[in-house]
């Protein structure tokens, strides 16, 4: 028996969106009030959602995801599943986030920005750990977070940096590996999200 999604009111949801009912037994999808869902997007069974959720077009949205209010999930993104994510998130274009990854709120992370969760792919069986990105933090566009990393409150990870390693509360992540800075003036304090 397919199961339909519950649904807030004052909900835009275009043509071509897809409610996967899989696993069977899992509850349908449960999203808060004023949802715009864009064509194209795909959401498995057992995701929860806040208030005022909002999608670009063909983002993918798995199992076991919760999902805060005001949450921006942009065009092409993929968050792969047993994740939680806070309130006031921005998911811009493309951002992949796998299984197992944190994001709280007030979270920023730019286009084509990828998480990874698997440290050995295809190499050794190793339990599944995401990066935990904690408030107010913000990922630029291209970087790469390495598994099981932890970005502290109101971090900054630049553009195309690659993050081996943990990056401490209020700290530039710059590089390829990233090396840590101060953050610049211009990036702290009352000119945060």
Not at 174 to 193: H, K, M, S, W, Y
Request: charged share 20%; aromatic share 4%; net charge negative.
């Amino acid at each position: 028996m397919r199961m339909k999604p519950t649904i807030g009111k004052n909900e835009t949801i275009q043509e071509d969106v897809t409610f996967v009912d899989t696993p069977t037994d899992a509850p349908a999808p449960d999203i808060g009030d004023d949802a715009t869902i864009r064509s194209g997007t795909i959401l498995y069974n057992d995701v929860e959602i806040g208030d005022r959720f909002t999608t670009g077009h063909n983002a993918v949205i798995r199992e076991q995801t919760r999902i805060g209010d005001d949450v921006l999930v942009g065009t092409n993104t993929i968050i792969d599943g047993a994740t939680t994510i806070g309130s006031q998130v921005s998911l811009q274009t493309g951002v992949y986030i796998p299984t197992h990854t944190t994001i709280e709120d007030s979270v920023f992370i730019g286009p084509r920005a990828v998480l990874t969760n698997d440290p050995y792919p295809v190499r050794k069986d190793v339990e599944l750990v995401g990066p935990t990105i904690q408030s107010h933090a913000s990922i630029g566009a291209n970087a790469t977070l390495l598994p099981d990393v932890t970005i502290g409150e109101g971090a900054f990870v630049a553009a195309g940096a690659v993050v081996l390693d943990d990056v401490p509360a209020n700290k530039l992540a710059v590089g390829c590996p990233a090396e840590i800075r101060e953050l610049p003036e211009l990036l702290t304090g009352e000119n945060q999200l």
